[in-house]
């Protein structure tokens, strides 16, 4: 079943949003590299299986699965390349998680794509960040790719441990901090922000507000800076015109 209304290619910004990201990912493997102890075996640990797969490419390294498979999206391409290899995934008897970004949510199509994922198995979490495509297969190789989907131009895979720790370490930090499908954003925002978001909106200063709500002023600042993780958005202006628009502060 094809989703039409989805878009069949990224834009520039989009590209170049996923690239810096990329670029992200990749200096944080390199800091993490420059940490090692000298002498620290750079495929310790690695099976004979694993090490024969090591030609493969990342569609074939993610369908060939054997327990687990962690996916974070850039908006899919194709809903049906995206189904098709859940599928293949659950009846290998693998276990999936997948991230989407939160604009994904509000596509035409969408709402449908996540019923297939569920009757798959699949357990679907929307994240205010988008990332790089990401597969972590079986926690022993990464999958990266600078469009939307592996298998294309700009894929690159890691195998070494300590890579595919950090990658692994930061998907399980994406996944804590997500939503799950179907939640609002009020349900996303705790009673605390939506408050601080509320003061903030009719003009109250920062140090009033953290007396109002009995807490510090950099706890304050936490909440506000949560709050506009969470909104996708930069600033607390912007954080005001998007807690309005969803009707947050009504």
Known sequence: ????????TLSCDELEEIEAAQVRV????????????????????????VAARRSASGVDLILDARREAWF?????TSTDETEARYEVLRNAGVKVRALYPRQFA???GADAHFERAAD????????SVRQVFTAVIDRECVVLARGAEPGRRGEQVFREPGDVAVLAEMYEHSWASSAPVGATMTETLTCEQLTALQLMSIGMKDDR??????????????LV???????????????GMRAKELGLLD
């Open 72 to 76: 974070a999206h850039a908006l899919p």
């Open 26 to 49: 990749l200096q944080l493997i390199r800091r993490h590299r420059m940490r090692l102890p000298a002498g620290t075996p750079k495929v310790a640990g690695q099976t004979p299986e």
């Open 106 to 108: 509000a596509l035409d």
């Open 209 to 222: 507000i953290a007396r109002q709500m009995d807490i510090s002023p950099r706890t304050l600042s936490r």
């Open 225 to 239: 800076a949560k709050a506009m993780t969470e909104l996708g958005v930069r600033s607390r202006f912007e954080a």
């Open 120 to 127: 798959l198995g699949v357990l679907c979490r929307l994240m």
């Open 1 to 8: 079943m094809g989703h039409p209304a989805l878009p069949p």
